[in-house]
């Protein structure tokens, strides 16, 4: 159903878009001619002062042109206190144009001097940057104006604006069952790995158990082999020893041999 609005919508923009009302048309045509008008203005100022470089004297010259920079500071103080009381955007940036206007008059014969720039040439560069800027104006302030008049003929931007927060619900919803699913696998992975490392010890601890029970038996063992050795080797002593005395025994004592003498 909004799909349909939507479309809907557009087609009468679309409509309404090749054809302005005569209010609006003037207006932004207005707002248009102020820039041109400008731009031709300062266009003028600049050619005026090329035809006094020629013709007067530079003190005088010098002069003059503190004059208009002055002039054209007390405008841009001027503009800029009406556009703060009236909170419009459109004369604080007029205000602010002239104040550059009115610093670059000023600067005109420091730069001159300084960089050794000819007079004339420095002045149609300066023209030509200015009428390129507002005739710039001119244009942005057209598409302003039609976009504006455009987005108030639609409330598509009201319908998104509905639209977005059942969106965002939509998608949190869908994150959260996403993260409670892989919050229930990551639980189950560390679950197996849980009984993963239980089964693995406890299987070492059987083993150990094992080697030491074998270990305990071997050690048992091995003492009742040594005693048995041991008993061995004791009999085998005594009995050399008995044997040692019977023979001892049946040979008695040494006879003496009888000599001449005797």
Sequence with gaps: MVNDETAKEKKSINTASKKLPQEISQE???NMFDSLLTAVGIM???????????????????????????????VGIVLLEKSYKSDSGSKALKGIETLILSLHSLLIMHVITL???????????????????????????????????LS??????????????????????????SDGGVNHTKKRQL???KSTKTKMNQKKRKNTTRKKATSSSSNKTVKKENVEESKKVNTKSIKTAETNVQEKKKRGRPKKEVTKND
Excluded: C, H
């Design 28 to 30: 932004i045509l207005k």
């Design 44 to 74: 003028l100022y600049f050619i005026i002062l090329n035809l006094a470089y020629s013709t007067m004297k530079q003190e005088r010259l010098i002069e003059d042109i503190k004059v208009f920079a002055g002039v054209f500071l007390v």
């Design 115 to 149: 960089f050794q720039y000819n007079f004339q040439y420095y002045l149609l560069t300066s023209s030509y940057i200015f009428s390129i800027y507002y005739v710039f104006k001119a244009i942005v302030l057209y598409t302003k104006g039609r976009r504006d008049y």
């Design 152 to 177: 108030s003929l639609s409330d598509i931007s009201e319908i998104v604006k509905r639209e977005e927060p059942i969106k965002k619900e939509a998608k949190k919803r869908q994150e959260k069952e």
């Design 191 to 193: 679950e197996k790995k």
